[in-house]
T-cell receptor, first 111, second 115 residues
């Protein structure tokens, strides 16, 4: 059963702008993670936020988590053409198992 | 170099044939996973294993089988019972264990095409 749902499905911005992607989920979670996938490649882990955390930063990435709304957002600041990729959120259950990925947001950063 | 590898990168199969996709990791991870990805879609969980000699079905296990005889290896067999097997298959591993922050490490994927 699909749990994470990203929004928007696709996003196109100019280099230097910020990109915001959202993720919603349905049931209680242990952690929420964001991954990046370049076309035709495996996924790369970006950042993990635990269910008892509200915000986390890593370089140009900022992730927020609102467990009352069952939603998370990923902000990429000062985007670059190299940020062009698909971004997925993933949740695991309270046992740290059974990961569920959303359908992803396709980000295009135009030079 | 530590990591997770998948082979082959591209695989072609005739209808009615079984085919096995390889996944190996040298990260000393307990947990391993198989996902299927269709064009423009997210990942769907096929099977996962938290420990050697044990595995559980994911959301779309029908037509697939796995084994976990060694910690490092988690091969996936796509059987002839899988009606629409053409897809991109991704293997992943993580430390595993309940309550842990389980970042997943992914292999490069195998693209399976049924002719």
């Amino acid at each position: 059963s699909q749990q994470g749902e990203e929004d928007p499905q696709a996003l196109s911005i100019q280099e230097g702008e910020n990109a915001t992607m959202n993720c919603s989920y349905k049931t209680s979670i242990n952690n929420l993670q964001w991954y990046r996938q370049n076309s035709g490649r495996g996924l790369v882990h970006l950042i993990l936020i635990r269910s008892n955390e509200r915000e986390k930063h890593s370089g140009r990435l900022r992730v927020t988590l609102d467990t009352s709304k069952k939603s998370s957002s990923l902000l990429i600041t000062a985007s670059r053409a190299a940020d062009t990729a698909s971004y997925f959120c993933a949740t695991d259950d309270n046992y740290g198992q059974n990961f569920v990925f959303g359908p992803g947001t396709r980000l295009s950063v135009l030079p | 170099d530590g990591g997770i590898t998948q082979s082959p990168k591209y695989l072609f199969r005739k209808e009615g044939q079984n085919v096995t996709l390889s996944c190996e990791q040298n990260l000393n991870h307990d947990a391993m996973y198989w996902y299927r990805q269709d064009p423009g879609q997210g990942l769907r969980l096929i099977y996962y294993s938290q420990i050697v000699n044990d595995f559980q079905k994911g959301d779309i296990a029908e037509g697939y089988s796995v084994s976990r005889e060694k910690k490092e290896s988690f091969p996936l067999t796509v059987t002839s019972a899988q009606k629409n097997p053409t897809a991109f298959y991704l293997c992943a591993s993580s430390l595993g264990g309940a309550g842990r922050a389980n970042e997943q490490f992914f292999g490069p994927g195998t693209r399976l095409t049924v002719l």
